[in-house]
T-cell receptor, first 112, second 116 residues
Framework: GEDVEQSLFLSVREGDSSVINCTYTDSSSTYLYWYKQEPGAGLQLLTYIFSNMDMKQDQRLTVLLNKKDKHLSLRIADTQTGDSAIYFCAESMADSNYQLIWGAGTKLIIKP | EPEVTQTPSHQVTQMGQEVILRCVPISNHLYFYWYRQILGQKVEFLVSFYNNEISEKSEIFDDQFSVERPDGSNFTLKIRSTKLEDSAMYFC??????????????FGNGTRLTVT
């Protein structure tokens, strides 16, 4: 079945760029998402990309999509302490309008 | 910015008891969802709801589960006879269209259910 994989942890220095990677298996997936979860909080939509795009930029966030390799990345420029959170990659299922398939989440740790 | 609200934030119940988790979706949204996340595991889809009926449900959503939109604002998830393995964070979400990309899901902060 469909699967989404992410590294569990990423540690970066404050001010550096963070790059969180994700791989997925459903090549017919139409949309791919990044959600952020801060401690004790819900799932906050950060950004999403349509599968016919290869890049999307939104302020400090850059999403890159390599459809051939089924690889999605989220780059956070000038990482701040407020970016500490778990970042989830998710994909929409091609045969469903309702379901998202989620990665396990990458915990971003910011070092001073 | 409008948001999805869930109550309670934490619910503790004994095995075999019924629980109702409550959600108030964003007011102009038409599609409603429940997801859950067992500690240490991935977020899993449970059910989607539109026009007062279930649109899709996963294998997890068995006869012990039910959803309801009892009035114009609330969306509830009921677990009839809770089991230990129902302990999880339950997330409610809503969107204004079905296709997830055209209308991304907006999630609440979740209800942590602990079954003892």
């Amino acid at each position: 079945g469909e699967d989404v994989e992410q590294s569990l942890f990423l540690s970066v220095r404050e001010g550096d760029s963070s790059v969180i990677n994700c791989t997925y298996t459903d090549s017919s997936s139409t949309y791919l998402y990044w959600y952020k979860q801060e401690p004790g909080a819900g799932l906050q939509l950060l950004t999403y990309i349509f599968s016919n795009m290869d890049m999307k930029q939104d302020q400090r966030l850059t999403v890159l999509l390599n459809k051939k390799d089924k690889h999605l990345s989220l780059r956070i420029a000038d990482t701040q302490t407020g970016d500490s959170a778990i970042y989830f990659c998710a994909e929409s299922m091609a045969d469903s309008n309702y379901q998202l398939i989620w990665g396990a989440g990458t915990k971003l740790i910011i070092k001073p | 910015e409008p948001e999805v609200t869930q109550t309670p934030s934490h619910q503790v119940t004994q095995m075999g008891q019924e629980v109702i988790l409550r959600c108030v979706p964003i007011s102009n949204h038409l599609y409603f969802y429940w997801y859950r996340q067992i500690l240490g595991q991935k977020v899993e889809f449970l059910v989607s709801f539109y026009n007062n009926e279930i649109s899709e449900k996963s294998e997890i959503f068995d006869d012990q589960f039910s959803v309801e939109r009892p009035d114009g604002s609330n969306f509830t998830l009921k677990i009839r006879s809770t089991k230990l393995e129902d302990s999880a964070m339950y997330f409610c979400a809503s969107s204004d269209f079905a296709q997830s990309g055209n209308s991304p899901l907006h999630f609440g902060n979740g209800t942590r259910l602990t079954v003892t």
